[in-house]
Structures are given as structure tokens and as C-alpha cells.
T-cell receptor, first 112, second 116 residues
Framework: GNSVTQMEGPVTLSEEAFLTINCTYT??????LFWYVQYPGEGLQLLLK?????DKGSNKGFEATYRKETTSFHLEKGSVQVSDSAVYFC???????????FGTGTRLLVSP | GAGVSQSPRYKVAKRGQDVALRCDPI?????LFWYQQALGQGPEFLTY????????KSGLPSDRFFAERPEGSVSTLKIQRTQQEDSAVYLC??????????????FGPGTRLTVL
């Protein structure tokens, strides 16, 4: 079946630290991969996506590369800010389907 | 333009009551999705519409759950005879499908359902 596994949180960092949130997936075919973010009190927002192997998605200083050989889509940011504190969800869309399959989410806490 | 809106934002129901949750998608969006998000978990797919056609309802957990989108715009998720395990945030998302691709889904704020 299709599934997404994310590292458990919370991830606690100081401002300007380097961020990595690991995400691996199981899927048949060639899924599209996504990172969604949920800021406190707000709805889910798309952060970035990649639709084929070796694609890199990027937005707001965040990056993730679609690695088919390791079935991974790790989220990285070189220097986090307090405003990045949120819950981050990795997700996939199986080949031929529109629905999203989400991981359990990783809470990021950034302190000044 | 306006995003996806959902109402009510909060709903408290007594066990056994029926509830109806509404979703207004972004104008012009053809695809509409419902997800259920339990506390501390990621959203889980319930059902998917393309216009008024319900193309996938594989995620509906039981026959107590029913969704409709009769005119291809507003959608209602109905839960009959609510049970405590139905307590969750119900998310609606919409997208405008591109041919041959996977489209960005835009999420509403959700309806938090609490069943007592």
C-alpha cells in the first residue's frame, strides 16, 4: 500500500540553526511528493512539491529532493526562524490518484 | 479571491446525533476532497468529487458517513448516529485539475467535531 513515515517530533532548534525533517515513503509507481505546513491556528498550506525523481521543490528557503533510490523526500532549511514554528506534514499522491496520503506530522519549535 | 471555507468551525454533538458539515470550495475548482484528522495525526482521505460525481469514497470509515456535492460546487459531509471515535477535525480541500498532473490542493480551516 501507500504510506508515509516522518520523524517524530517535536524538533526543537534555536534560531538560525539548520533544519532537517526526514520523510520516507512506500508507494507503487511514481507518486508525487509534497510538504504541507500548518501554522498555529491556521489551515494546511502547501509548502513545496516534486512530481518526479530528482526533482527539487523549494519555497521560502525550504528545499526537498525527490530521491527514488532511497524513497525519501527530506525537508531542509539552512537557517530557521522563529516564524517557522509549525507542524510539517509530508504527503504523497499515488500514481493515477488525486488523493493525498499524509504522514503523522512533525512539530518544529524554534526559539530565539 | 476567497479560499476554501468550512462551516461550522466547531461542532459539539451528543452521541447518536446526526451532523452535517459544509464545504465551499474555491470558485471554479473542479475537484473536492474530504479528509479526517484525528488529534496528533495526519489527515486521512475520506472521499473525492470531480464536479458532482463522487469518484472515490474508499476512505469513508462506515456507512454512517455520506458526502454529496449535488451541483458540483458546495459539498456536505453527513455523519449519522455519531460516535465518540468520530471526534476529529474534518478538512475540505479543492483543486483545479491539470491534465496528466497532480494538482495543488487548497485546504479549508476545518470543522472540529467533538462527540460527547
Amino acid at each position: 500500500g501507500n504510506s508515509v513515515t516522518q520523524m517524530e517530533g517535536p524538533v526543537t532548534l534555536s534560531e538560525e540553526a539548520f533544519l532537517t525533517i526526514n520523510c520516507t515513503y512506500t508507494a507503487t509507481g511514481y507518486p508525487s511528493l509534497f510538504w504541507y505546513v500548518q501554522y498555529p491556528g491556521e489551515g494546511l498550506q502547501l509548502l513545496l512539491k516534486a512530481t518526479k525523481a530528482d526533482d527539487k521543490g523549494s519555497n521560502k528557503g525550504f528545499e526537498a529532493t525527490y530521491r527514488k533510490e532511497t524513497t525519501s523526500f527530506h525537508l531542509e532549511k539552512g537557517s530557521v526562524q522563529v516564524s517557522d514554528s509549525a507542524v510539517y506534514f509530508c504527503a504523497l499522491s499515488p500514481t493515477g490518484f488525486q488523493k493525498l496520503v499524509f504522514g503523522t506530522g512533525t512539530r518544529l519549535l524554534v526559539s530565539p | 479571491g476567497a479560499g476554501v471555507s468550512q462551516s461550522p468551525r466547531y461542532k459539539v454533538a451528543k452521541r447518536g446525533q446526526d451532523v452535517a458539515l459544509r464545504c465551499d470550495p474555491i470558485s471554479g475548482h473542479v475537484s473536492l476532497f474530504w479528509y479526517q484528522q484525528a488529534l496528533g495525526q495526519g489527515p486521512e482521505f475520506l472521499t473525492y468529487f470531480q464536479n458532482e460525481a463522487q469518484l472515490d469514497k474508499s476512505g469513508l470509515p462506515s456507512d454512517r458517513f455520506f458526502a454529496e456535492r449535488p451541483e458540483g460546487s458546495v459539498s456536505t459531509l453527513k455523519i449519522q448516529r455519531t460516535q465518540q471515535e468520530d471526534s476529529a477535525v474534518y478538512l475540505c480541500a479543492s483543486s483545479f485539475p491539470r491534465q496528466g498532473g497532480t494538482d495543488t490542493q487548497y485546504f479549508g480551516p476545518g470543522t472540529r467535531l467533538t462527540v460527547l
